[in-house]
């Protein structure tokens, strides 16, 4: 009996140990008394954000303690260290009234074993929020959360940042999913070389600082592009599906603790003007991240509204929408009665309308757009046609019942994101000069190529980097409209990725050798690698001319394409040719498979080999990856982006340069002149 009393505790640490891995009762949260934010959390001195309180009394599972209630009369302490406040209950330390008790009831996995049989482990609740905080003097602080006899303790940084301004202007670039091979890649089909040296750089390549950047979650290492953009814009990291938020138990998708964003600090210290661009749809999660608050970037509708109203129902920060937000996703936006899928089931081209917005459907119009107005641009349905088919297969747009309007006719003239980017430029640019306060406003306008990732994830690379080049050739225009403009040196330029994909390129493949071998372990003899990858193809026949400076390739389909892949896939069938019919569609859920079994498409790549993947085969999509992301900056503060950081550091280095940092004895004065 003794004896057996050491392996149950033994036993009682590993699971606890396993439990930290594929499923968690709650990831910022280790014990059974939560602080969130939680332990190590950084801050900017003056962001408003939330607190959630939490006591777990799991009722059954590993944790189970023999008491299902948890202690509804924990306390909450707050202490500056070295500070002369001491050590305050958190209600006197942020002078608000105690917050109400609350209660609920979550279940979890511990392991997927638990998830096949389907015994959640079940938890009671007890908690409090403190809403809408702030903590203003910089240093070290000591948030401890008693219950039981227990106490969790939570160390806080508040950042000491300087609170002076540096730049006017903050250009934010995300390729999202994008990762240093991609842009190597990028840079061999869309640049000329000769022996060994290309005869023309990306325009990335100019950018004086290169840093790289961790891209992990509060609890995974992969992320996904919620919780990246959360923390490259808060400062804080969450949890895949957060969108400026904390994950909390409770069963509310919209009661999450919410972080403060650049936009809405830039917005409420200087009435800065916002503008918002992207080739997904808007409501995808790294255009949302910068308004949205909850831990389900699922909820679409709600993200659009945010735009406009910031978080409903809730006096959050000040907000009066961005002047510019252009991307796709129509479907937000039309009335139910065109099919729309809207907040409350309103018209969202009315309601930015009613809010002075221009809106504009399609390229024509938003380049005739006037620079005075604040602009709506939604140009599809959904996520917006990829370069290479906006500009090189132009069929593709057609029998697509994409069209902005919801009238199911096919949106074929759609913007590429150097035009809406240009266009968001002149807007802001012009609604920030005419302002009266012109030299302490400025703007902050975040661009998105967001198909790089979702042409990786259906393993289309062709397109992925066409997405990417279009990128490249955006921020050369974008460069160069600012230098027009007079604007280059009062503005930062970053660029940067949320996350990766495992994707590289690792020779060529003769695509006319692979099709004619009869068999598939003989097709595999088209791939040249090393001294046989030769050399790129892309660029030796012209059938496309860019007269105004870009590098695309120009030729797409050489017959030596490719040898790419990413590190894992779901099954497919691989021919290494362009897909010109359309984005690809790698795996399907065939006829006599299981619904949730994706195996490759018989559609796909004809004459090509199939190869097994290694995902779980109810993945239909590449996965994203745990690389650390590239970061190039250019302009005032460039120099705080070199080296390896973190991403959370990103958000930090804008809000420095910005000068949002208000702490309790800081001015906050802007010196930019002018
Ligand atoms: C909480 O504390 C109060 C007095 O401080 C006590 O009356 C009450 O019974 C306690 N509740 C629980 C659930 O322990
Ligand atoms: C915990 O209890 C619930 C409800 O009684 C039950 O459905 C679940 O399977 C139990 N979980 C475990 C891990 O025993
Ligand atoms: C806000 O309140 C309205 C009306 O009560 C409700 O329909 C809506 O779902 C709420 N929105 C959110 C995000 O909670
Ligand atoms: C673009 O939108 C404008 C304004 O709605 C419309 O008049 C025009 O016909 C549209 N052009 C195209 C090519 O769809
Ligand atoms: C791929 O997996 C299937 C089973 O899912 C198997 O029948 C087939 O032989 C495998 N193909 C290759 C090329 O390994
Ligand atoms: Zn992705």
Not at 537 to 561: C, E, I, M, V
């Amino acid at each position: 009996m003794v004896v057996l009393s050491k392996p149950i505790a033994a036993v009682a640490v590993f699971i606890s140990f396993v439990s930290a891995q594929s499923f968690q009762r709650l990831g910022s949260c280790p014990d059974l008394g939560c602080i969130i934010p939680p332990d190590q959390a950084d801050f900017l001195a003056g962001q408003r954000f939330d607190i959630r309180l939490e006591v777990h009394a799991p009722v059954n599972g590993s944790e189970a303690t023999g008491n299902p209630n948890p202690d509804e009369n924990f306390s909450f302490t707050i202490e500056r260290v070295g500070g002369h406040r001491g050590v305050l209950s958190g209600s006197k330390w942020f002078k608000v009234a105690e917050p109400k008790l609350e209660k609920w009831t979550f279940g979890w996995f511990e392991d997927y074993f638990a998830r096949d049989a389907k015994t959640p482990s079940i938890v009671n609740v007890a908690s409090k929020a403190y809403r809408k905080v702030y903590l203003d003097e910089a240093g070290e602080y000591k948030a401890t959360l008693t219950y039981n006899g227990k106490t969790t303790t939570a160390t806080w940084n508040v950042r000491n940042l300087e609170e002076v301004r540096k730049t006017r202007n903050v250009l934010f670039f995300i390729g999202d999913g994008m990762t240093t091979n991609m842009i190597t890649a990028a840079r061999l089909i869309g640049h000329k070389s000769k022996n060994g040296k290309y005869l023309s750089k990306m325009a990335m390549d100019t950018f004086p600082v290169l840093g790289h950047a961790m891209t992990h979650s509060i609890d995974s290492f992969i992320t996904d592009s919620a919780n990246s953009a959360t923390a490259l814009y808060t400062g804080h990291k969450s949890t895949v599906n957060a969108l400026g938020v904390y994950v909390d138990s409770s069963p509310n998708v919209f009661d999450d603790p919410k972080v403060e964003s650049i936009a809405e600090l830039f917005y409420r210290i200087y009435r800065g003007h916002v503008g918002i661009v992207s080739t997904a749809a808007v409501a995808d999660a790294t255009p949302a991240a910068l308004t949205s608050h909850t831990r389900d970037r699922g909820q679409a509708p709600y993200c659009v509204d945010s735009f406009l109203h910031g978080t409903p129902n809730y006096t959050w920060v000040d907000w009066n929408g961005p002047d510019v937000l252009f991307g796709g996703g129509a479907e937000q936006f039309y009335p139910p009665s065109l099919g729309g899928k809207t907040y409350l089931g309103k018209d969202y081209y009315q309601e930015f309308s009613n809010a002075g917005y221009g809106v504009y459907l399609n390229k024509t119009s938003l380049l005739n757009a006037p620079n005075t107005d604040r602009a709506l641009g939604i140009f599809s349905v959904s996520h917006m046609s990829k370069w290479l088919d906006r500009n090189v297969y132009k069929n593709n747009l057609k029998a697509q019942s994409n069209h902005p309007s919801g009238n199911k006719g096919d949106a074929e003239d759609q913007p590429g994101l150097k035009e809406m980017t240009l266009k968001a430029i002149d807007i802001l640019h012009t609604r920030a000069k005419a302002d009266p306060r012109h030299s302490s406003q400025g703007w902050f306008l975040m661009s998105e190529a967001a198909s790089i990732d979702k042409m990786m994830h259906v393993l289309d690379y062709d397109r992925a980097l066409g997405e990417l080049l279009e990128l490249d050739d955006t921020i050369k225009a974008s460069i160069e409209k600012l230098k027009a403009l007079g604007e280059l040196s009062n503005t930062l330029i970053v660029v940067t990725a949320d996350h990766g994909h495992g994707f590289d390129v690792m020779g060529s493949v003769d695509t006319k050798y692979l099709v004619e071998q009869p068999e598939d372990r003989k097709k595999r003899s088209a791939v040249g690698v090393y001294e046989q990858s030769g050399l790129s193809g892309y660029q030796n026949s012209g059938d496309l001319t860019y007269t105004d400076g870009s590098h695309f390739p120009s030729n797409w389909t050489p017959r030596y394409a490719l040898f790419a892949g990413l590190a894992t896939s779901p099954d497919r069938r691989e021919n290494y040719k362009l897909h010109e019919n359309g984005p690809r569609l790698p795996a399907t859920n065939t006829p006599g498979r299981p619904s949730n079994d994706y195996y490759a498409n018989d559609k796909d790549s004809i004459g090509g080999f199939v190869v097994n993947g290694t995902l779980p085969t109810d993945q239909a999509q590449g996965v994203h990856s745990l690389t650390d992301v590239p970061v190039f900056a250019m302009g005032p503060c460039q120099e705080l982006f070199g080296g390896v950081q973190n991403n959370i550091d990103i958000f930090f280095n804008m809000a420095n340069c910005l000068g949002l940092s208000r702490t309790a004895h800081g001015k906050g004065q802007d010196p930019i002149g002018n």
